[in-house]
T-cell receptor
Framework: DAGVIQSPRHEVTEMGQEVTLRCKPISGHNSLFWYRQTMMRGLELLIYFNNNVPIDDSGMPEDRFSAKMPNASFSTLKIQPSEPRDSAVYFC?????????????FGPGTRLTVT | AQSVTQLGSHVSVSEGALVLLRCNYSSSVPPYLFWYVQYPNQGLQLLLKYTSAATLVKGINGFEAEFKKSETSFHLTKPSAHMSDAAEYFCAVSLYTGKLIFGQGTTLQVKP
């Protein structure tokens, strides 16, 4: 199994530009989570999907952030327009809810730098 | 509401010494508990998890954790630290939705 795949691994962009982060969950997993990690705020859950439906987006910082999951094998997190304070590492994780104790599997992350 | 507290944002041990990373949780129902490790510039990797089958849980790389309901704790230990154990460690609690509540993390430094 290839694990959770994220692209790009690194993204450098200028303030005001649109940024799209991509995630492919592990095949067969039906829950997908987007996290943001910074030194100041630690690891924050932004949004999670179950069976492609957004369940909890209370962690999305503001309207500039949006996430979609058009099918079971792909999700995007978009920031438009981007700001320097969005600089962080963004992780995607997936999980199977066939068992309630199933753990989340994390991707390698996308390091975003907004200048 | 559930929460997780990791005592000590930084822990430093000598190579070969005991590693003890502390985690206390708050949950109104029996929780599922996890320890994850994050090596530099990598994603989080599961070390071990508690799912009520046994209170002493063994994980990868020689780590183990003991669930103590009376103390609401799930501390992570390893008898002898290796240089390769230097990383950030996260404790997390989950209810049945699969959503995880993470602690703030503990950075483990291993000195030669």
């Amino acid at each position: 199994d290839a694990g959770v795949i994220q692209s790009p691994r690194h993204e450098v962009t200028e303030m005001g530009q649109e940024v799209t982060l991509r995630c492919k969950p592990i095949s067969g997993h039906n829950s997908l989570f987007w996290y943001r990690q910074t030194m100041m705020r630690g690891l924050e859950l932004l949004i999670y999907f179950n069976n492609n439906v957004p369940i909890d987006d209370s962690g999305m910082p503001e309207d500039r952030f949006s996430a979609k999951m058009p099918n079971a094998s792909f999700s995007t997190l978009k920031i438009q327009p981007s700001e320097p304070r969005d600089s962080a590492v963004y992780f995607c994780a997936s999980r199977s809810d066939r068992t309630p104790e199933g753990e989340q599997y994390f991707g390698p992350g996308t390091r975003l730098t907004v200048t | 509401a559930q929460s997780v507290t990791q005592l000590g944002s930084h822990v430093s041990v000598s190579e070969g010494a005991l590693v003890l990373l502390r985690c206390n949780y708050s949950s109104s129902v029996p929780p599922y508990l996890f320890w994850y490790v994050q090596y530099p510039n990598q994603g989080l990797q599961l070390l071990l998890k508690y799912t009520s089958a046994a209170t002493l849980v063994k994980g990868i790389n020689g780590f183990e954790a003991e669930f103590k309901k009376s103390e609401t704790s799930f501390h992570l230990t390893k008898p002898s630290a290796h240089m390769s154990d230097a990383a950030e460690y996260f404790c997390a609690v989950s209810l049945y939705t699969g959503k995880l509540i993470f602690g703030q993390g503990t950075t483990l430094q291993v000195k030669p």
